[in-house]
């Protein structure tokens, strides 16, 4: 009897069928996810926009994310339904936008750049409320219409990235890419926006997938890309070691491997603001990505595109902290170019910069190999290098720094100034190291006399060690019997007979 009742009452579903008839699995929230967003690809055969929204949100949207959410008709305006219903007609606008269409199908290209205008128009209204549906929609219609493969670099030169010489390319689908990154901008920094549930979404695959799009050939994609990953910088505190960490990677490729990337200026340029907000004193960390990110960033050819970035990063690390004024003085002098007298003349500039944050202990540390260097530009054939580097002098702090140790700046430098006075051939240079010459003597007239001594005894030495060597071939030739030595050396060699029939 007991059995025949117990038989009647309702049975209690399995766990597998408790899922089953909710239609779907709550554990595939990740997989949608995580992995780059992967957008479904919708049939075309599907009868309606309604079904068409009802498939993709429930591609989107696993059913622990989407439930409640009423799915609404995608072609209608936000004018056009209740406030309630505007939360599901923003995330099944999203999801229209998933789709990709050929760029020859200009209608559908039309209805989505519209739909796209909408959306925008209704995150800058106020109006929207980002739930998790909507945060998930938005990052995964960014992520299908941002995120894809640049082509191959075709560009002639092979220091990467564009030069000044060439003219910057432009991608064609600019038109609706720009209202996709001003979605994703005003997304970010909209002030309601909760942190805590975007940061599943805006995750680590999607910020490399992000920072991969700096190597953009479009520049105006590369500065929407700046000021959203500078947002992101700044309202995921979670994620910043990680931005580091992947932007340091970025930097590593270019320097030891590729030489080959479009948006470094971008990156040090998010990086300038970042650095001057480091709070004191200095991690371990930040002093690593000045010692093994921007200064072999020194290195490549094409420095020249990102340098005054470059510089302004320098200058931040040492306004945080002046005892790394030498350090990176001496990273200048490792990666000095020798050949390259443009990328020399970026050098001499930088290296004032960053002589006028130095303080006086730090500048005797570096100051005999700097000089020594110094005063091979003053010496240089080339002018503007030369010029360049006498004008150091015109910068008071850098001339104060010399005065003070000019018993050891001036023995290192005098020779090349003496060089210039007799055999330089440009006229500006000469003028301005007899100026130089003249500012020593009003500043320690004895040193420069002695120093002009000791030139001359110098000199002296290496006459007499040349007339010594020449004494010495002449023995050397007349003890051999060649004379004289170039023509019997010429009469005395002979054609080499090839032994094989050509």
Known sequence: MIKQFLSKLPRKLPKADQVDSLGGDPGNINANFSNGFQCTNVGSALSSKLNVVKRVSSAVFPTSIAAGVEPVEAHLSFKDVSNSQKPNLFVSKLNLCCEVHDYSDSEKQDLKRQTLIELVDFVSSGSAKFT????????KMCSVNLFRVFPPK??????????????????????YLQIVYDLLLR???????????????????FIVRLLDLFDSEDPRERDCLKTILHRIYGK????????RK??????????FETERHNGIAELLEIFGSVISGFALPLKEEHKMFLWRALIPLHKPKSVGIYHQQLTYCVVQFIDKDPKLAGTVIKGLLKYWPITNSQKELMFISELEEVLEMTSMVE?????????????YCLNSSHYQVAERAH??????????????????ILPLVFSALERNAQNHWNQAVLNLTLNLRRMFCEMDEELVVACQHKLEEEDSRLRVAAEKRRLTWERLETAAGLQPLAGNILGSVKPATCSVAC
């Not at 995921?236 to 931005?243: E, L, N, S, Y």
Request: net charge neutral; proline share 5%; aromatic share 14%.
């Open 187 to 205: 997304f970010i920094s909209y002030s309601s926006l909760d942190a805590k549930v975007a940061k599943k979404y805006i995750d680590h695959s």
């Open 391 to 408: 004008l150091l002098w015109n910068n008071e702090h850098v001339l104060n720094l010399i005065t003070h140790n000019r018993q050891v």
């Open 154 to 175: 075709y560009r002639s030169n092979c220091g990467g990235g564009e030069t000044e010489d060439e003219e910057p390319i432009f991608d064609p689908a600019w038109s």
């Open 236 to 243: 995921f505190m979670v994620h910043r070691p990680f931005i």
């Open 246 to 255: 992947a932007v340091s990677n970025i930097i590593y490729r270019f320097v």
């Open 363 to 375: 500048f005797q540390k570096i100051m005999v190999p700097l000089f020594r260097r110094i005063g």
């Open 132 to 139: 998790e549906p909507a945060i998930a929609a938005v990052c």
